[in-house]
């Protein structure tokens, strides 16, 4: 299981150091071009330049924590868009933020990870990005599809 503590250094080190995040985000783009370009490519158009900036901040962060711990997959097309399309349905099913988030978070065995997701992107006063309703059902499901797949890896651990 990934440990909210190992997140938030890489969180800080990536606002310390952008260099190694660019680097990170290169190698996601070299090593799981696929990934990046479905959960990321396919929502652009729906979120505003500030979500997108984030969602990508926080799929790095999310992919960087896990690419430390397990060895990833290089997934393929069907297996991203099988995931994606579950999360959707819950999404669309559900249709409340707090009890979709609640439904994937009681399924996921990444918990640390899935409060960092919340904690980014839940309604709150004191969070500096204005998300919007509709963003926020994009990136928790771009976000908790990353970390079904990921946690189908934790069996290969580096």
């Known amino acids: ?42 929502h652009a158009e729906v979120l505003n330049d500030d979500e997108m900036d984030f969602l990508v901040f926080l799929f790095v962060i999310i992919y960087s924590s896990a690419d430390k711990q397990y060895q990833i997959t290089c997934y393929n097309e069907q297996d991203i868009e099988k995931e994606d399309d579950k999360s959707w349905e819950v999404i669309n099913t559900i249709k409340d933020f707090v009890l979709c988030y609640d439904h994937f978070e009681t399924e996921s065995s990444e918990k640390e990870l899935m409060d960092f997701i919340l904690i980014s992107i839940e309604e709150d006063d004191e969070n500096e990005y204005n998300i919007t309703t509709e963003g926020r059902m994009v990136m928790l499901s771009v976000l908790v599809t990353l970390v079904k797949l990921i946690s189908k890896d934790k069996t290969i651990e580096n």
């Open 1 to 42: 299981m990934i440990l909210s503590e190992n997140i938030d250094l890489l969180v800080e080190d990536f606002e310390k150091n952008p260099e190694k995040f660019d680097k990170a985000l290169e190698k996601i783009e070299a090593d799981n071009v696929v990934l990046f370009d479905i959960l990321l490519g396919s």
